[in-house]
């Protein structure tokens, strides 16, 4: 992969992709040594070729992280995530109108 950096001029940017772990044999292991390594080379090649590391940021906290690893271009999110995340907000939104509408019942008026 770090290799596609130095070999291909079109290439702006190069992901470090989400499924990497995976592919490492150590599947859904973000945290572990090797794949940090990796993360570290990936960042290394881009500036060595002027070339952007990307990611796809899940929450903030992950920006953050690779925003300070060098990371420079980030596309937000996860579709099921930000569905998720929208719907528990709407479902939160719906539970309160109906204790409120509930409490209403209970009060004189």
Known sequence: MVGEVRDNPVKQALSRGGRAPGAMGIPGEFGHRDYLAAVDRIVAACAAHA??????????????????????????GVDQLLLQDALGRGLDLLRDAFHEAEADKGSPG
């Open 51 to 76: 070339k952007a590391p990307a990611i796809f940021a899940i929450d903030a906290l992950w920006a953050r992280e690779y925003a300070a690893k060098g990371f420079r271009l980030m596309v937000y």
